[in-house]
């Protein structure tokens, strides 16, 4: 807080201090052109001067946004002088500043008039260079107006012709004023990204006062975001670079801008006197828009310190002098504030009145229509800029075809000359042939290449095909295989079994052992149970295999992704506990609620993440039971380590574990995040990991990690699949010792 009043205290001083600097440096400049005007005129002839008259353009210019009066007077009948002498540049700047002149007095429609001449006149003698210029200023006055549109029009008009010539400082200007036009829509990050722009291009010149321009313009928009240390951060360096340079109209515009934040801020005492003090400066220079602004930032301060009457007066003041330039949003925000004052006085008629005033002009200015034809600017000038590509694109692409028509008017230039001597042609004629027949034997051998290629392509086809076959065959064979066996030979051993039953119940009742019979039984019981197992192991693979071969018929619907995950995560976990009762690991989730639905096959979907988070789980249980053996091992080690006395070198700690590596909680997270037009699913375990030997092969059916019997391998390669099938994506990353991380990319749509 303490730096931010120093800020504050700062920017002030630099406020008032620095226009009674400038103002010195601009009255030397003004004397020096003086000095040389009466120099030309001690020595002046009947013809016309060029020298005189562009001295005189110089000394209007400096006071066309000072002092735009003494400008208008100085250039009396100037046009008509430069144009009688048939000095066209003359004649076209002299219009151009009464039109900068006019405009600083807010006379609107006389400054497009005389740049509208000052345009025909430059197009007409090929001065590309002020082309720019012009179409600038002329798209301030319809900003001025309100009428935005318009304004861009010319403002992108402008930044071609400008980026056409290489002119970096008007391409400059006009990017400022471009993000004016989306200030005032309200459009305040398309501002700032125009801002900053602007900003870049005056560091790469050098330029202190658009960089003056661009700071001021940025901290303008955080002032309105209500972000007021931005904004003075921001505010106070364009101030700095005005008081460097000794620019007046940039040092009243930033100074109206400081008094804002202090207006913001309720420090109404500062904001009073630096309004105040702005307004002295802009009436003493006749600048109407800023004495505009002064007027309106005085009322709404005064009228928030309580002098109604003061802050009525003030903005009244702004609204006449806004309605006599015809400036929109100043008549806005004037009627604005007068609106506001007659209605906390009670007054509600002319409230009414002026808040209609108000709402007009606010909905002329933001209207759909006017919204809509900016944009439509904007991306006309984006289709332009696209159209020149293509233009000089396709200019390449003609000069090359000319290139090559040339090369081709060559040659038959040549192939004429030839023809001149039979000799010649006879013996290019029988070389033609002998390359022809070259020609032909290679095309020939080319073709024969190119078909032993094709022929030796399908068999590599095939061959991959036979052997990717093999490799599934093998693979299903090894995993039946296995339940089989076990099939046969419990089936083989109960056969025999029964066969002793039946030779012991054949025996006399004296020798029979019922205990034997009883005892064989239950072993023939328990047989068919492990057969029974065994059978149901084999039908789970084949199953298994089938779904994998076979493609979801289900219809997608739109599903909360997030319940969809929640609700399988807790089916993984409860089922997993009903398994097995000594089973323990930790769950959490983190879901994205922007997500909303999507659209997908659930029961498909939820089969992928049932299988993703079994695994997961069996991970952790896989880590857990790791540890456990490895705590068992630690503490033998231990038991041993006790037993022996203390090597004489060795601390008395130095054989303890403080942190074991098993204390580590085994845990599940399952996350979902919507990135773009996709929604990420992860599942994420601390298990052990999987080696990175087997991390191209996790995919493939009938590869599993897991012990023999306890997997099939085609949870995961039927998971992806059905992941492909959506249209979707899943990866996998590891790290052996710290665990995995699947994650399921699936589109919005």
């Keep these: 807080m303490k730096a931010l009043r120093v800020l504050k205290l700062l920017s002030w001083l630099i406020a008032i201090a620095c226009p009674v600097i400038l103002q010195a440096q601009q009255n030397t400049s003004v004397f020096k052109l003086k000095e040389k005007l009466k120099q030309f005129e001690a020595k002046q002839t009947k013809l016309f001067d060029t020298s005189y008259s562009n001295t005189l353009l110089d000394l209007a210019y400096i006071y066309s946004y ?20 048939g000095y066209s540049k003359g004649e076209a700047n002299t219009y151009i500043i009464l039109g900068d002149a006019l405009e600083t007095k807010g006379l609107y429609n006389k400054a497009l008039d005389n740049y509208d001449k000052a345009f025909l006149l430059s197009k007409k003698t090929n001065r590309r260079e002020v082309l720019p210029l012009i179409l600038n200023r002329t798209g301030v006055i319809h900003l001025n107006q309100g009428n935005y549109p318009e304004a861009l029009n010319k403002f992108y008009e402008s930044l071609n012709t400008a980026e056409a010539i290489g002119n970096k400082t008007l391409a400059g200007a006009t990017l400022n004023n471009i993000a004016i036009v989306h200030f005032h829509q309200g459009n305040f990050d398309e501002a700032e990204a125009d801002y900053k722009k602007r900003l870049a291009l005056a560091e790469e010149m050098l330029d202190s006062s658009s960089m003056s321009l661009a700071y001021n313009g940025i901290g303008e928009v955080n002032l309105q975001r209500k972000n007021l240390p931005v904004a003075l951060h921001n505010l106070v360096i364009a101030n700095n670079l005005a008081s460097k340079i000794n620019d007046p109209e940039m040092l009243l515009t930033t100074s109206l801008s400081l008094a804002e934040i202090y207006y913001e801020s309720d420090s109404l005492q500062k904001a009073v006197s630096l309004f105040d003090s702005a307004l002295v400066l802009s009436t003493k220079k006749g600048n109407s828009t800023l004495i505009c602004n002064a007027l309106i930032g005085l009322a709404k301060a005064r009228n928030r310190q309580g002098k109604v009457q003061q802050a009525l007066d003030n903005a009244l003041e702004a609204l006449q002098r806004a309605e006599k330039m015809g400036q929109v949003q100043l008549i806005r ?18 409230s009414l009145q002026y808040y209609k005033l108000y709402k007009k002009n606010s909905d002329s200015l933001n209207s759909h229509e006017s919204r809509r034809a900016v944009a439509i600017e904007k991306a006309s000038y984006e289709f332009s800029k696209k159209e020149a590509a293509f233009k000089r694109k396709t200019s390449q692409q003609n000069w090359l075809i000319f290139t090559a028509f040339s090369g081709l008017l060559f040659l038959a230039i040549i192939l004429w000359v030839i023809s001149r001597s039979r000799k010649k042609l006879n013996l290019a004629n029988k070389d033609l042939q002998l390359k022809n027949s070259i020609i032909g034997a290679q095309k020939i051998d080319a073709e024969e290449t190119l078909q032993k290629l094709k022929d030796t392509q399908k068999q590599l086809i095939q061959s991959e095909k036979m052997a990717s076959l093999g490799e599934l065959t093998a ?4 995993e039946i295989q296995n339940p089989l066996n076990f099939v046969n030979n419990f089936s083989e051993v109960s056969t025999e079994m029964i066969d002793e039953l039946k030779a012991e119940r054949l025996k006399p009742n004296a020798e029979r052992n019922d205990e034997l019979q009883d005892e064989i039984l239950n072993d023939i019981a328990s047989n068919l149970e492990k057969i029974n197992h065994h059978g149901k192991r084999a039908d789970s693979i084949v199953k298994g295999m089938l779904q994998h071969s076979r493609k979801s018929s289900g219809v997608k619907v739109l599903t909360d992704i997030n319940k969809l995950a929640d609700e399988y995560l807790r089916l993984s976990y409860h089922g997993l506990r009903a398994q097995d009762k000594t089973f323990y690991a930790d769950y959490k989730t983190n879901f994205d609620e922007s ?16 299988n993703l988070i079994n695994n997961a789980f069996y991970a952790c249980a896989e880590r857990t039971q790791i540890e456990a053996t490895e705590r068992t091992q630690i503490e033998a080690t231990e038991r041993s380590r006790s037993a022996l006395p203390p090597p004489e070198n060795i601390g008395i700690n130095s054989g303890g574990f403080k942190d074991p590596p098993y204390k580590r909680e085994p845990t599940v997270w399952v996350t979902t995040q919507k990135k773009g037009n996709n929604v990420l699913i992860s599942v994420k375990d601390n298990g052990p990991g999987i080696p990175q030997k087997n991390l191209d092969k996790i995919f493939q059916p009938f590869f599993t990690t897991k012990p023999t019997g306890q997997g099939t391998g085609l949870g995961l390669s039927l998971s992806y699949d059905i992941i492909k099938a959506h249209g979707g994506d899943i990866k996998v990353e590891t790290k052996e010792g710290e665990g995995t991380e699947f994650v399921i990319q699936l589109p919005v749509v």
């Design 66 to 85: 000072s002092y735009p009066d003494s400008a208008l007077l100085i250039l009396a009948g100037h046009a008509e002088r430069c144009h009688a002498a």
């Design 333 to 350: 925000d004037a009627s604005q504030i007068v609106s506001a004052i007659y209605e906390a006085r009670g007054d509600a008629l002319p």
């Design 475 to 478: 693979g299903i064979a090894h």
């Design 595 to 610: 997500i909303g639905t999507v659209n997908i096959v659930v029961q498909d979907i939820g089969r992928v993440l049932l």
